[in-house]
């Protein structure tokens, strides 16, 4: 059974820096894109960052140049670096995964406060 566990939120200051963690357990047959998507309270759920098989990234312009979403080089781990960090990025964190059909897997989020 594959499990997605987000790990690393927390209270922080603005102009403060957290980094999350995603470990994936189970087998994903060839996972082709690796997301990081938030939902702020009362509001849709955003995508964050994309991390493209073969290396290439998207990000949301609220966020370039300021997180990073990277992977380890065994593909387990998936991680996103937020630097200089914002009230309005206060949010629940998810990460997300899909494999070469299409099909989606998800991590119970994890919750980043940011305080003024």
């Known amino acids: 059974q594959v499990q997605l566990v987000e790990s690393g939120g927390g209270l922080v200051q603005a102009g403060g820096s957290l980094r999350l963690s995603c470990a994936v357990s189970?087998?994903?047959?060839?996972?082709?894109?690796r997301n990081w998507y938030r939902q702020a309270s009362g509001k849709q759920r955003e995508l964050v960052a994309t991390?493209?098989?073969?290396?290439?990234?998207n990000y949301a312009d609220s966020v370039k140049g300021r997180f990073t979403i990277s992977r380890d080089n065994a593909g387990n781990t998936m991680y996103l670096q937020m630097n200089n960090l914002k009230p309005e990025d206060t949010a629940i964190y998810y990460c997300?995964?899909?494999?070469?059909?299409?099909?989606?897997?998800w991590g119970q989020g994890t919750q980043v406060t940011v305080s003024s």
């Open positions: 189970g087998n994903i047959p060839m996972i082709n894109v």
């Open positions: 991390l493209i098989r073969g290396g290439s990234t």
């Open positions: 997300n995964l899909k494999d070469w059909v299409g099909k989606a897997y």
